[in-house]
């Protein structure tokens, strides 16, 4: 079994930046594609960024280029987003996510439904 915890979630102002952090522990997550997902409630969950198991791609949302940085250490079995340049949009509840199915691929899907593994989510709030 995977288990997915994130941290560093907060409240900050606009213009400022925040970075998240996710820990995995139990089976291995080395050779799997990880992500982070984002949530508000009453919408659904969309893709923020992902990165492959080797940590050599990483891919992202429009919303989150040029701003968010995805980098993952497979030796302490973690993976970060840095967040700059944050503004109220970006207020949710921001998911850890990790794929079996893209295990070993050099590039995973933004679905949802492709990764199996979840966190609990860190809340992020943003105010102008």
């Known amino acids: 079994q995977v288990r997915l915890v994130e941290s560093g979630g907060g409240l900050v102002q606009a213009g400022e930046s925040l970075k998240l952090s996710c820990r995995a522990s139990g089976r291995s997550i080395s050779t799997y594609g990880m992500g982070w997902f984002r949530q508000v409630v009453g919408k659904e969950r969309e893709f923020v960024a992902a990165?492959?198991?080797?940590?050599?791609?990483?891919w992202y949302a429009g919303s989150a280029k040029g701003r968010f940085s995805v980098a993952r250490d497979n030796v302490n079995s973690t993976m970060s987003l840095q967040m700059n340049s944050l503004n109220p949009e970006d207020t949710a509840i921001y998911y850890c996510?990790?794929?079996?199915?893209?295990?070993?691929?050099?590039?995973?899907?933004?679905?949802?439904?492709?990764?199996?593994?979840w966190g609990q989510g860190a809340q992020v709030t943003v105010f102008s």
């Open positions: 996510a990790a794929s079996e199915k893209c295990s070993g691929s050099a590039y995973c899907s933004d679905a949802v439904g492709e990764y199996e593994h």
């Open positions: 990165i492959s198991w080797s940590g050599a791609k990483a």
